[in-house]
């Protein structure tokens, strides 16, 4: 069983950056491919970007394409989710999600049925 934790979330203006990280309790987190998610209030859980095992294919959702960049480190067991030119548009909880892959080192993955484990989440709030 692997745990995810968040860290990184807070109260930020709009244009300012934050970065999010997500730290893995495995030693072998190069094993898995990772994601964020978001959810804001009364809404569904949306997808916001993922990462492939080795770090070399990611995606974005078009509403954070050019603003958000996705990460990893996997001697740290972490990825990160760098976040600038924030909008109150994407005040939200942000969930890391991870998928354990043996194979397709290359594969990101969009949809939250398609990851094994989650994080608790951690709040972002951008005021106007």
């Known amino acids: 069983q692997v745990q995810l934790a968040e860290s990184g979330g807070g109260l930020v203006q709009a244009g300012g950056s934050l970065r999010l990280s997500c730290a893995a309790s495995t030693r072998t987190f190069g094993g898995y491919a990772g994601g964020w998610f978001r959810q804001a209030p009364g809404k569904a859980r949306e997808f916001v970007a993922a990462?492939?095992?080795?770090?070399?294919?990611?995606d974005y959702a078009d509403s954070v394409k050019g603003r958000f960049t996705i990460s990893r480190d996997n001697a740290k067991n972490t990825v990160y989710l760098q976040m600038n030119s924030l909008k109150p548009d994407d005040t939200a909880v942000y969930f890391c999600a991870a998928k354990e892959l043996r194979y397709y080192a290359g594969s990101i993955y969009y949809t939250q049925e398609q990851y094994d484990y989650w994080g608790q989440g951690t709040q972002v709030t951008v005021s106007s």
């Open positions: 990462i492939s095992r080795s770090g070399g294919t990611t």
